[in-house]
């Protein structure tokens, strides 16, 4: 069933980047007929319609059917909660008991037990990769983007490195890991296109930096706030990153730096980069392996971050705020 389901998630989200109403189902676990009767009788929902006239659903409305299925089983009918927001439902989902109130979007509390994380961590540990992929896509379903790249990824990864130096996990459980990472993160992203005015971001990684996880959440968060971003994938020379940006007519390029943190090639990158790009074209750049080169990030004009919720500000509501 679990490994059904996965597989269900990955057709639909590579081939037309939408839940079915089976999926949805199975993702809340509410019945379709559940799921029809919630719409057509209180207008819960409104998903699109493929030419077919099949329901189309996107994540917000997975994301909206999780918090009314979880304020109905607390008590709430239906009739009474069916047309509040979905920000609404999950304030009315938090006041339930401590012991029932779920993680929420957008507040991972740090120390509270996560499940989904303990799944993930556990799957890791198993060497298991259909177990740590239903993880992150239950967490996902659950906890909404943010909450699950907060919450679950970015600590998964922090323990994922801490056990490999105390040699408690070995090479292949953190290329598993890392596989499946990036593969899921991949079409979470595929499946956040943006709209067609939306301003224009180019996500990559300077040549000879090849980890991507960091972009590719960057990618996400930056659709999250209203953005159409082009993922260029990793390890691509300056040249390249700015002549794709100006083809674009990007509003800003950001990049990841994870490692390596002395390449004496970087500065001089980071500099034919700034040269190359539209004066009015913001350079935005995270990583662990940013404060290295922080003379030549400054000497660049570029905006350093050092986490995604402050990536999800500065990138608030499709405009650049200053940071
Ligand atoms: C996954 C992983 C890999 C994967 C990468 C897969 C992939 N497709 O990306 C693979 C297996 C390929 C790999 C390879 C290697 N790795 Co590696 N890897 C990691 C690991 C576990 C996660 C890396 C990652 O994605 N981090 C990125 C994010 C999640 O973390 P972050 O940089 O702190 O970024 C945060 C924020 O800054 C923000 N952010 C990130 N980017 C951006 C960008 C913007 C614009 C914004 C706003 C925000 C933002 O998001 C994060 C969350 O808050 C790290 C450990 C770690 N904790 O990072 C080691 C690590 C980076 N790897 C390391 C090493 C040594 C290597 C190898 C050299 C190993 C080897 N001997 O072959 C090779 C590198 C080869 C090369 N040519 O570069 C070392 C680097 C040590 C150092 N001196 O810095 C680390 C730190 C592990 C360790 N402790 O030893 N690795």
Do not use: C
Not at 1 to 24: A, K, P, S
């Amino acid at each position: 069933m679990l490994t059904n389901l996965r597989q269900e998630f990955i057709l639909v989200q590579v081939l037309n980047l939408t839940y079915t109403i089976g999926t949805l189902a199975k993702l809340t676990g509410l019945s379709p007929h559940t799921i029809r009767a919630w719409e057509r009788r209180y207008n819960a929902l409104s998903p699109d319609r493929s030419i077919t006239n099949r329901r189309l659903y996107q994540t917000e409305d997975l994301e909206r059917l999780t918090a009314l299925q979880r304020v109905v089983e607390a008590g709430h009918s239906i009739g009474q909660v069916a047309n509040l927001s979905t920000e609404r439902l999950r304030s009315l989902d938090a006041q339930r008991s401590p012991v029932a109130t779920p993680v929420r979007q957008d507040e991972v509390i740090v120390g509270e037990r996560n499940p989904f994380l303990e799944a993930a961590q556990n799957a890791v540990l198993r060497l298991d990769p259909e177990g740590l992929e239903d993880s992150l896509i239950r967490g996902h379903a659950s906890l909404g983007i943010f909450g699950l790249l907060e919450g679950v990824v970015v600590p998964l990864i922090s323990d994922i490195e801490t056990r490999w130096v105390n040699g408690t996990l070995s090479i292949s459980h953190e290329h598993m890991a890392s596989a499946v990472l990036r593969s899921f993160l991949d079409q979470v992203r595929k499946s956040m296109p943006g709209s067609q005015t939306a301003p224009r971001l180019i996500v990559t990684t300077p040549q000879n930096q090849i980890h991507e996880i960091g972009a590719l959440m960057v990618a996400i968060v930056a659709a999250t706030q209203g953005w159409r971003v082009t993922y260029l994938g990793p390890n691509l020379p300056s040249d390249e990153i700015a002549h794709a940006a100006n083809q674009l007519s990007a509003r800003a390029v950001a990049l990841s730096l994870v490692f390596p943190t002395d390449d004496p090639l970087l500065p001089a990158e980071l500099k034919r980069l700034r040269q190359n790009l539209r004066s009015d074209v913001q350079l935005i750049v995270g990583g662990r392996a940013t404060h290295f080169y922080m003379n030549a990030l400054k000497e660049n004009h570029a905006i350093v971050l050092s986490d995604l919720t402050s990536a999800k500000d500065v990138f608030h509501d499709g405009q650049i705020e200053p940071s």
